[in-house]
Each structure stands twice: as C-alpha cells, then as structure tokens.
C-alpha cells in the first residue's frame, strides 16, 4: 500500500508507477530531504506537536539513515515514488510506526519545496567557488601580458590595439557580474517554503521562524500557496547558468579561432586537446569545442522550464516535477564545464610576438591617426574624412599608415603633422589609453588591483 493509498480501491498500473516515480533523478536531493526532516522533526517537540522523545527519536533515526547514506549503506525503493516516501519508509522501518508521524503538519508540495531551495544554495556556492578559481587564473594570466599587444576587434575585424591582459580582464567582467547575479539570486531562495503545506498552511501550532533558522535561513516565504507553486528560483538558477555558458563559450569560440593556424595566437595543452583518426597532424580544440556545444544544452533547459511553468494555476501541479531535472543538468554542465575550462586556459601557452605581429597590419592606428589631427584643430569629421583618404592612398600603394610623409599628412589635412608618426605607433596608441578602464598599461595594473582586491574580499 503506498503512503497516500487510503483513498485508492485499484493498485497503480506498473507503467503508471515508471511514468509517475521521480526517484531515478530526486534522490540526489536526500541529504537535503533528511536535514530539513530533522529541523522538522525538532520544531515539532519543540512545539508540543509531539513528545519530546517521540521528536528525539525521530532525529535519532533520520541521522542514522544520513551517516549510512554518506558510507553508501542505504538503498532506495522505485515502488516508493520519490526520495521524500523513501526517505520515510526507511525512517519508519528503523523507528517503527512513530515514523509514520514525521509527516505531520508537512505536505510533499512544501517539502520538495525546501529541500530544491536548500540543494540549489549548496550548488549555488560551488558553482561561485568555481568562477572564483577562474577569476584568479585570468587576474595571473593578466598580470603577465600587460605590456604584450594584440588587435582588438570589432566584426570580427582587426580594429585597435589592446594588450592582452585587457582582452583576458573584459571576460574578468562577465564572470564578476555572473558571482553577483548568483549571489543576489541566493538571497531570494534563501527562504523557507516549509509549514506552507499542500497550500493553505496547517492547523498544527508550528514555528515557522524556527524551522527557517535550524536551516540556515533567512526567514519563510510570505504566502503558503506561492510556496508551494514558485520556482522562480530554479529559473534563476537555470538563467544564471545560461548566462555563464555564455560567457565561457564566448571565450572558447576566441580560444578556438586563437589556435587556428590562421591566428596562431595561443596553442592549448596536449592534455586539453585531441586528435583525429584520420590526419596525424591535427590538434584539436574540443574542449572548447564541447563548452561551446553544451551551452545549448543549458538554454535548452531555461526554454523548457520555462514553458512548463507558463499555463500552470496555483498552487501546486504535477507539472512541476519537471523542474529537477532541468535545474539538475544545467548545474552539472555548468560544473563540468568550469572544471574543464579552468585548468585548459591555465595551461594554454600564448604568442605574444603573433599577436604583436597581428596589429602591424589592418591600419589599427587609424583612429589614433584623427585623434592627432583633432588635436592639431581638425574637427573630427574632417579628421575622420582626411584619414579615410589617406588609408584608400596606403592601400594602392601598399604601405603603411607610419609610412606617409610629414609633407603629405600635412597636405591633405591642411594641419601641422610633424610629429604624426611617433603619435600612431602602436605602442605609443596603447599607452595613451590611459582612460580609466580602458586598455594603456597603466590602467590596466591599475583593473588588476581592484580585481585581487575583490577576490581577496569575496
């Protein structure tokens, strides 16, 4: 007879029980399901719901079954439906029918609840460790490539100079802002659902309040039928991993074409790298490859819930057993992919003499060019016209925007250009970005120390 079978006179068809059984994927939430059955458990004898030695077996018995679990001891029953009902049938095998109690004044609907707020916090702070971790190979990368230069790119175009170290510090950013997005998300899920139940709360003379502190957190959701239908927080969570998947990907479509023999700007470990079957000399980037690829997978997993939880009422549905495994793959692919992609961009070797190479041709002193000429008086406009000009010029002839004359500069802008050519080399447009974020040398030793400040704060 299953726990909820008073009301049933037929035993549930057999493809009925595989379709309805969560178990194959929510027993991953156990630890959570225990921990906050014995918070649940002690507010109930704190309370006079139950006896005092009926609660302290109660959590005598569920600590049994969390110490067995964590040595491997315990297994679960499919014909149990979900990790909650195992959970209570293996209490009450121990406990006997005193077990049978736990339930009390708690529905399924607010303790599933709880125990996805509780797993997702958890997952939460690991995937923050991860970003961490990364954050602190690129300020390492960075602080080894302040003075080496590359083209920066717009369209995919060679465009203006920056240094290396600017161009690692930009992905800086992105994985900042994804640490606060967690963390800002963390506080709303950090709320208890449980005493909400099914969803119009109990009749029982519960401690709301103190359920939420034995957890750890910060107080109880405000509405008993919203807590048992919200899964805002698991869409967040799921939004914030596709937020970060996007930025690594970001970064490994750059990591990919930097290894392309047409860039040549990086080469990846042997260890992060493999080959092919059929031509010996390949060395292919598929790590970067496969970060790429699973950030679909994890849209995938936003688009879906959401679309699940579009035309639900309130309060609870079954629907929302989907949820889990969408949240469950995308922290997975989140963290397989920051465990890949850490150690593969620590590991990667770069060339800072191609990328210096790289910025000798495109004309990436261009805009330095009219910059000169405004500050010789030209309007920028016109600045803009006259340097446009003087490149179609460089392109018929093949050369070099360092290698016009003062005579013609000066002739074709109608300004002094007798110090142009040391203005537009590329060293020197580097490092009069001095502009507070941007890339000059200076500037960036400067984001570098705001940034080891911020890890060492964080």
């Known amino acids: 007879m299953k726990l909820w079978g008073g009301r049933f006179q037929k035993e549930t068809d057999q493809r009925m029980n595989a379709f309805h059984s969560s178990l194959f994927f929510d027993q991953r939430l156990a630890v959570q399901d225990i921990r906050g059955s014995i918070a649940h458990a002690t507010m109930l004898g704190k309370t006079g719901i139950l006896l ?37 049938k293996i209490l009450t095998e121990r406990v006997g029918p005193l077990g049978k109690k736990l339930h009390t004044a708690r529905s399924r609907n ?35 490539n302040v003075e080496n230069i590359m083209p920066g790119y717009t369209h995919l175009q060679r465009a203006q100079p920056i240094s290396l170290a600017h161009h ?36 029982f003379p519960i401690d709301r309040e103190f359920v939420a502190a034995e957890l750890g957190m910060d107080g109880v959701a405000r509405n008993s039928m ?5 899964r805002d927080f698991v869409l967040e969570t799921i939004f914030n991993a596709s937020l970060i998947m996007m930025h690594l990907s970001r970064f490994c479509e750059e990591i990919i074409l930097w290894t392309s023999a047409e860039w040549a700007f990086m080469e990846l470990d042997d260890a992060f790298s493999t080959g092919s079957s059929m031509m010996p000399q390949k060395k292919n980037p598929d790590a970067a490859e496969l970060i790429r690829g699973k950030t679909g997978r994890v849209y995938g997993d936003l688009i879906g819930l959401l679309t699940v939880m579009k035309g639900l009422p309130l309060a609870y549905n079954k629907d929302l057993q989907e949820d889990k495994e969408a949240v469950f793959d995308a922290i997975d692919t989140v963290l397989s992919s920051l465990h890949v992609f850490i ?24 805009t330095d060019l009219a910059d000169f000429l405004v500050e010789q008086g030209l309007p920028f406009r016109e600045a803009h016209t006259v340097v446009g000009k003087a490149i179609t010029y460089c392109l018929e002839k093949k050369i070099k925007l360092e290698d016009l004359s003062v005579m013609e500069m000066s002739t074709w802008s109608g300004v002094d250009c007798s110090a142009f050519q040391e203005a537009i080399k590329i060293k020197t447009c580097l490092e009069r970005r001095m502009v507070k974020g941007g890339p000059a040398p200076t500037a960036v030793l400067e984001a570098i120390n705001e940034v080891e400040n911020y890890l060492q704060s964080s």
């Open 168 to 203: 690692l510090l930009a992905y800086g950013e992105m994985f900042r802002r994804d640490r606060h997005r967690l963390a800002d998300s963390a506080v709303r899920m950090n709320v208890s659902p449980l005493g909400a139940g099914a969803l119009a709360g109990t009749v």
């Open 52 to 88: 005092p030695e009926e609660a302290k077996a109660l959590i005598n018995g569920l600590e049994s079954i969390l110490r067995d679990l964590h040595k491997g001891a315990i297994e679960f029953a499919p014909e149990a439906e979900d990790i909650h009902m195992n959970i209570e």
């Open 343 to 366: 150690p593969m961009l620590s590991t990667a070797h770069f060339f800072p003499e191609r990328m210096q190479q790289a910025t000798e041709d495109g004309f990436l002193n261009a």
């Open 226 to 230: 919203d807590a048992v239908g919200d």
């Open 110 to 144: 607010d303790q599933v609840a709880l125990d996805l707020r509780l797993y997702l916090l958890e997952q939460t702070q690991l995937i923050d460790q991860e970003l961490k971790k990364l954050l602190t190979v690129l300020v390492e990368l960075a602080k080894a």
